[in-house]
């Protein structure tokens, strides 16, 4: 029932060891309330980059197997928390539903999706997954399970949306659904040559598209510095696959064929190779192509398509860096994508977006505004880089996100999220002996 | 906690007042400012350090330390643990003496043993305990060549190194699982106040060069180290010298 394990992030650095149990939902209670000095995390499928679900000498709840009731006609559907997003796919598409908000991977839980208030290609749209979420059930320091939504002690619910597991154990949820009636996606992608091409083009129209997202290469310096793939879709309708049979309708998500050895040279990553890479899938990309018919994995998820592909970062691990800066802080951006480029780390495609407006979780990431994610493998000198970063990313009103952190510094986490005592008010009244505790929350003295 | 970049928010010296200590302090002052504990006994020396320390603008305290008294070490690094997690332990302290003297003054030769190897266990043991309940944490522990074979120029303290060596390698896999890391560093001949006065040996470098080997043995999670790198190649050459040979070798 309870095995001492050690834990990572997706990232693969900083391994601690916690007691991790896999227990029925209604054992769950005594776990929490027993838990010792170093208190207890819930954890999902471990897609956050840092150290948000490990726990060090304490314990860490594993998800269960998951179940879920759909209510077709209210569009809505109830499901455990330990779920994927994965496995929720799977069942909702042929029943012509999709979720409101997936990240770019479907091997998330429900809990922790909520737990980081995800956000999606659609979130100049829909805004955040706790914008879609009707009620959750909250597991709590007392061992009591309470029903919290936005009608029902909202501090809580906000608090816990985003709160990265440390107001409670989300037992189950019920989130708004989108009807959709296939699973495949129309697409259009277009390359822009330079920050001010897809900067400009994503203000002008992705409000007409549901999705949109940039893959930016970060090494181009000069005039292509910010040159990007744009690709922005919508689900596609059965009659937009009407002329071409081999797009199945009811195609859903499967999991990957292939899995990256565990066995790789070292340094793979390097800034040789992902030059290479970048300049090959920057020409490959078509300057312009309307209406390219892509299933839901190919569009949301490409790289779920390869297991464990975080191996290829090696035994040092990696990490990644989000930030979001406000709207109108353009010039932050280009400062900030110039101080990457100069840097000249190896970093693969990153990824712009254009938020639309935050929600009230004190502790949820997204603000209207430009958010890019790049990932680095770890080396000393990332520290003061990375610090710099943090500096103009505060001093723009921006921030970086706590589901990708695994090295920012304390003091700063109160700038970034203005709203941190209302978040540490909650907590103090929810869980005053510190039941709830992370990694993360040590690190960062959340 | 100890970052995904391998940089400490506290750091436990045991042997506070030690010069590669110091520098190693220097060395994260530089980028992650851990809160800093200074084991060591009182006196001039330790409060010399406090300030240096706090003059690097790091937070800093001071316990009393004294390796020889096994049974307070117990209460004393729990204490410690209790207030705040110990990322990194640095057992620093130790002792040279005159080698001469070392193996015919049996005080002298009981001193060193009790400091250099039954001191370093008895923090070692306490130290895993510690960090196996934090489920986290660094050990690194300061061996030396003289212990990977150990000569006639100065075989007791060479011992005593030996000794504490093999005991923080097998430490390291005991613990490996529990999160636990152990570094050993095997420096050569360091200039710093131990070896004050003595002609420095081939290869010799200073506690700023032991300090950046450890800072990256923790970022890196290493289990053995040797300063400078290319002892290790000199050392296991040296290992495989028959005994005949190596009793004529100038060491
Ligand atoms: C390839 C990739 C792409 C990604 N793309 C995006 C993206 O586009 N947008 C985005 O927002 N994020 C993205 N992420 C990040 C990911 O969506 C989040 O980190 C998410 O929280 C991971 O979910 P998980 O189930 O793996 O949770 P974990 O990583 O295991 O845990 C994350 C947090 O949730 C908490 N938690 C988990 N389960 C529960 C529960 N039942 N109750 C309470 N708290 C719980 C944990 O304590 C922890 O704080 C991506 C990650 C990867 C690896
Ligand atoms: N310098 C080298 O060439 C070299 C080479 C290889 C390994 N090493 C090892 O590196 C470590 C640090 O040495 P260093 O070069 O930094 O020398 P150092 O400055 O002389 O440090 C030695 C430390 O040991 C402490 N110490 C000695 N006896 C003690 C006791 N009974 N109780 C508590 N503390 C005691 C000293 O404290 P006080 O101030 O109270 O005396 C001092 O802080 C030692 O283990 C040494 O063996 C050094």
Redesign the interface.
Known sequence: MSE?R?LTGW?G??????STVSVAAADLPRVVTGSGG?GVIARGLGRSY??AAQ????TVVLPLPGWYELDAGRGTVRVSAGTSFHDLMRELIPRGFFVPVTPGTRYVTVGGAIAADVHGKNHHRVGALGGQVVELELLGADGTVRTVGPGRDLDLFWATVGGMGLTGVITSAVLRLLPVETGQMVVDTERLDDLDAVLTRMAESDDAFTYSVAWIDTLARGRSMGRSVLTRGEHARREDLAGSPRHRADVVPHDARVAMPSLLPPHLISRPTTLAFNEMWFRKAPRRREGQVQTVAAFFHPLDGVRHWNRVYGR??F?QYQFVVPENEDEALRRILGRISRAGYPSFLAVLKRFGPGDPGPLSFPMAGWTLAIDLP???T???FLADLDGLVVASGGRVYLAKD??MEPGLLAEMYPRLDEFRAVRARVDPGGVFQS?LS??LHL | MINSLGQPQSVLVLGGTSDIGMATLRAWSRTCRPYVVLAARPGPRRDHALAEVRGLGLEVEAVDFDAEDTDAHPDLIRSVAGQRDIDVALVAFGLLGDEERAWQDHAAAVELARVNYVGAVSVGVVLAEVMQQQGHGSIVVLSSVAGERVRRSNFVYGSTKAGMDGFYLGLGEAVRDAGVHVAVVRPGFVRTRMTEGREAAPLAVDADDVAAAIVRAVAERRELVWVPGPLRAVMSGLRHVPRPLFRRLPL
């Open positions: 001492r050690l990232g650095t900083a391994p601690t060891a916690a170093r840092g150290d726990n060090a000498g304490g040092g691990g990490l770890t080396s000393p990332l520290r003061g695994s090295r990694d040590r690190r």
